[in-house]
T-cell receptor, first 113, second 111 residues
Framework: DQQVKQNSPSLSVQEGRISILNCDYTNSMFDYFLWYKKYPAEGPTFLISISSIKDKNEDGRFTVFLNKSAKHLSLHIVPSQPGDSAVYFCAASGETSGSRLTFGEGTQLTVNP | DVKVTQSSRYLVKRTGEKVFLECVQDMDHENMFWYRQDPGLGLRLIYFSYDVKMKEKGDIPEGYSVSREKKERFSLILESASTNQTSMYLC??????????FGDGTRLSIL
């Protein structure tokens, strides 16, 4: 079963606007969540994370929001830039999974100039 | 900076061949992982290792095996390659617990 789900395979936004990428999870044991960014022909790179004791974490243009009751997290990018065009993966881990991560399917973000 | 190096960026092999994908990390990380990435399926965990000579099955281990003889090196083996193993293979490493650091991937084509 897919424990981490990104329901939007793709998202297109205009430069300067907000990009919102969504992720849902089903495993209530997950307590740490990460977003990775992947360009073609490169490995994923870590972007931002959030622990379940928080509901928001911010790093520059990137903010991750966590709604534990809804088992939902989102990544906001403001303002979006053409260089943000990439595939974004949501990932989750829990105390019982150690350092193992469960990834979502990914969302292809395209930021148009 | 953590460096995870995968031995080949592109590889073409034939069905039935035994294929070795190598991964080396330079940060003395205990944990290493092998994933495959396919469109619409995200990253799926094949095998991982918490220490030298230790290995654990991930979500899709069938048709694969691994070897971890030294802490810095984790090898993925396709025992008898098949066309459905054509994919992008990604290696990662991490401390416990911590953010996983990925190599640039090996795009493997099985003809």
């Amino acid at each position: 079963d897919q424990q981490v789900k990104q329901n939007s395979p793709s998202l297109s936004v205009q430069e300067g606007r907000i990009s919102i990428l969504n992720c849902d999870y089903t495993n209530s044991m997950f307590d740490y969540f990460l977003w990775y960014k992947k360009y073609p022909a490169e490995g994923p790179t870590f972007l931002i994370s959030i622990s379940s004791i928080k509901d928001k974490n911010e790093d520059g243009r990137f903010t991750v929001f966590l709604n534990k009751s809804a088992k939902h997290l989102s990544l906001h990018i403001v303002p979006s830039q053409p260089g943000d065009s990439a595939v974004y993966f949501c990932a989750a881990s829990g105390e019982t999974s150690g350092s193992r991560l469960t990834f979502g399917e990914g969302t292809q973000l395209t930021v148009n100039p | 900076d953590v460096k995870v190096t995968q031995s080949s960026r592109y590889l073409v092999k034939r069905t039935g061949e035994k294929v070795f994908l190598e991964c080396v990390q330079d940060m003395d990380h205990e944990n290493m992982f092998w994933y495959r990435q396919d469109p619409g399926l995200g990253l799926r965990l094949i095998y991982f290792s918490y220490d030298v000579k230790m290995k654990e099955k991930g979500d899709i281990p069938e048709g694969y095996s691994v070897s971890r003889e030294k802490k810095e090196r984790f090898s993925l083996i396709l025992e008898s390659a098949s066309t459905n193993q054509t994919s992008m293979y990604l290696c990662a490493s991490t401390t416990r617990p911590g953010t996983q650091h990925f190599g640039d991937g090996t795009r493997l084509s099985i003809l």
